[in-house]
């Protein structure tokens, strides 16, 4: 299973980098302004940066709503680094770009994905990722872990390489309904990892050992 850190945040980005776990990071416009970062020069660099900590691929968003605006953001974001990943919106000319993009080796992301019949359409449109957002669903009592094992079943079914990229993951306990599940990808806050390295028996063991070691030192 990849871990993906969902933030723009730098110190955050570079704290999960030296974990030794991150596979990659993804973002998007409101991520990138609560950090402060707005106008698209800005974003562009914050980008650039974001590859430069990381060594996997970053999810980078067109902020167009037509297909021509997509293709042009598109190419101009991945013209930035290998690691960029054109992150489209899950509307018709946001599945028309996913084809264009993965006809070219383009990697893709498609995004705000709430039904498996979108999940379905990105496959069939190549995306590289395709992400549903679990948290958004579980706010509006809707099962989102639920929608990850339909969208598993299906892909399963035809062989879809497109890879399941669970977004809107909350806390630790998603992590691990999705990693059950089989989502080939995780995307989450850094405090969501973190929760997965938490157990008492872990530091108490610990504690002894320590003490055992002085006790015959
Ligand atoms: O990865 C999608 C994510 O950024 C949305 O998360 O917590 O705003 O639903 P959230």
């Not at 707005?38 to 297909?67: M, P, Q, R, W």
């Not at 021509?68 to 919106?89: F, T, Y």
């Not at 449109?125 to 598993?152: K, N, V």
Request: a negative charge.
């Amino acid at each position: 299973m990849k871990f993906f850190i969902d933030t723009a945040n730098l110190d955050q980005i570079k704290e999960a980098q030296e974990f030794g776990i991150l596979d990659g990071v993804t973002t998007n416009p409101s991520l990138m302004a609560k950090e402060g970062i707005t106008g698209a020069e800005n974003i562009i660099n914050h980008y650039k940066t974001i590859c430069d900590i990381v060594d996997g691929d970053v999810s980078a968003e067109v902020i167009a709503t037509d297909f021509d605006g997509m293709v042009r953001e598109g190419e101009s974001l991945a013209a930035l680094n290998p690691q960029i990943v054109v992150k489209l919106p899950m509307i018709a000319d946001g599945v028309k770009a996913c084809k264009y993009f993965s006809d070219k080796g383009i990697k893709t992301n498609m995004t705000l994905v709430f039904s498996a019949g979108q999940a379905l359409l990105a496959a069939k449109a190549g995306a590289t990722y395709m992400s549903p957002f679990i948290g958004r669903l579980d706010d509006i009592s809707t099962d989102g872990l639920g929608l990850i094992s339909e969208i598993r079943l299906i892909y399963d079914n035809y062989g879809y390489e497109t890879q399941i990229l669970a977004a809107s993951v909350r806390h630790t306990m998603h992590i691990m309904d999705c990693a059950k599940i089989g989502a080939d990808v995780m995307t989450g806050p850094l405090s969501a990892i973190k929760g997965l390295l938490k157990h008492p028996l872990t530091d108490i063991g610990l504690a002894q050992f320590l003490a055992d070691y002085k006790k015959g030192n």
